[in-house]
């Protein structure tokens, strides 16, 4: 599996997808932009809904996006959030469910990057994000 990619490059398309999120209630933009084994990039923002608990966060966007098209094999994805309108302030961390289906199609050399901006950022694997995760082999 190919694991050198270019990191600056996927943080600034998470950076651009915050442009596409739509967000009428928290406000808070999310990018996502997933890279594919094949050098591809989905990206996605986070859509909210007036019943909030339908909301999608942006790293679901971009990975249903990219399955919903066949790909399967990943090489990382970078996220990044802030206040709509504003640079990030902060690391945006995923959350719990993104971090659960971020395990269905990680493997081991599959990286998550959070950023600020596209010099400013951290890279985690998921084992870090999610130790003891549950995933399909727990239920071989
Ligand atoms: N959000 C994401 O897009 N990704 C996450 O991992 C955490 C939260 C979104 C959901 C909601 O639209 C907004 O951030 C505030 O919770």
Redesign the pocket.
């Known amino acids: 599996m190919k694991t050198e990619f270019d990191t600056a490059g996927l943080v600034t398309a998470a950076l651009e997808a915050r442009g596409m999120a739509y ?1 009428p209630y ?1 406000h ?1 933009t ?1 990018g996502a932009a997933l890279l594919t084994a094949e050098g591809e990039i989905y990206q996605g923002g ?1 859509i ?1 809904n007036a019943s909030y608990g339908a ?1 999608n ?3 679901r966007t971009a990975i249903f996006k990219a399955v919903s098209e066949g790909r399967r094999k990943f090489s990382a994805i970078a996220i990044a ?1 802030g206040l709509e309108g504003k640079e990030p302030a902060d690391y ?1 961390y ?2 719990g469910i ?1 971090r659960q289906v971020i395990k269905e199609f990680a493997g081991e050399d599959f990286r998550i990057i959070v950023a600020k901006s596209a010099g400013d950022y951290k890279v985690y694997t998921l084992e870090e994000l999610l130790p003891h995760g549950f995933g399909g082999e727990s239920i071989q």
């Open positions: 967000t928290s808070y999310v986070n909210e909301t966060c942006a790293e959030g945006a995923p959350c993104c």
